[in-house]
């Protein structure tokens, strides 16, 4: 099969090579899915570049989690009947040297969902993981309804979709941004109040919106950044949703926090298993048989094209997810 592979980190244009490799078997609980589309997340490249903390796990790697396509066969203990069946995957190269950027990929059966029929190939690569984290950090700790969430940098793959998920689920959403072109986003996808963090005094402005109570759930991209606000606009009994950092250690008003007796929770989305995975896809996909999910694809571009598109994604040079498409 054809495949985007690199045995060493570095520059995307130096290390990514594309060529033939051998078509993967499905093992028993796994699919074979012949992939039409490749989705591109950001720790897809700092994995590849070698950033600190990414370790590099296998001699050759095909990168990226995400995908969608068509399963051809199936491993032992998996019904024939799912041959033939539109998916989209999620977690693809977790734990596993080789993930979508290729004709094929072999994985359990546990980390594939059906497509609707209705919904591209393209769309479906680009849910997996930012839909995933963003149904989990808004809804894993139970119900929103009528309760505030805050969702930090809503114009993100994930904040995007938490917005709408928070949205869908009858909370009264707030979003912070850093540009008034990322406020666009974040409107969009129904945050009731956007706050340019960039003006100062956001902590008092999300203050002022919940008459002083504070948000019920902060859903966090960046603890290390937003540690001191979480301690000033969290409410009593509030719970933090934290997915990402862009440090490793963060300076967290612990009083503050044990005073309002706050939950923190820390979510990686390929560490879960099939009991919370499962449920989280059939979830998602019950809003995309509704329609009720918007998409924000950037660019689709041809697998050969792939160190440009990881390039794309490294520089922030795309307003949206980045597809490969895979004949």
Sequence with gaps: MLAAYYDDTGPAHTVLQLGDVPTPEPAAGEVLVRLSASGINPTDTKVRGGAP??????????????????IEDVGEGVPQERIGTRVWTFCAQAARPFGTAAQYVALPQSLVASLPDAVSFEVGAAIGIPCMTAFNAVLGDGPVAAKTVLVAGG?????NYAVQIARLFGARVISTVSSSQKAGDAEAAGAHHVLNYRDGDVDRNI??????????L??????????????????????????GSGGLVADIAVRDLRQKCVSLRF??????????HLPMAAGINA???RDALKHRIATSLPLVRIADAHEMVEQGLAHGKVVLTID
């Design 53 to 70: 903390g990414r370790q590099k796990p296998y001699p050759r790697i095909i990168p990226h989690h995400d995908g969608a396509g068509v």
């Design 155 to 159: 114009a993100g793959a994930v904040g």
């Design 207 to 216: 203050l002022d919106l919940t008459d002083g109570r504070g948000v019920d």
């Design 218 to 243: 902060f859903v966090d991209v960046d603890t290390t950044a937003n540690a001191s606000l979480i301690g000033k606009v969290i409410a009593l009994g509030g719970r933090v949703a934290s997915y």
């Design 267 to 276: 979510l990686t989305i390929h560490r879960f298993g099939p009991e919370v």
């Design 287 to 289: 809003m995309l048989e």
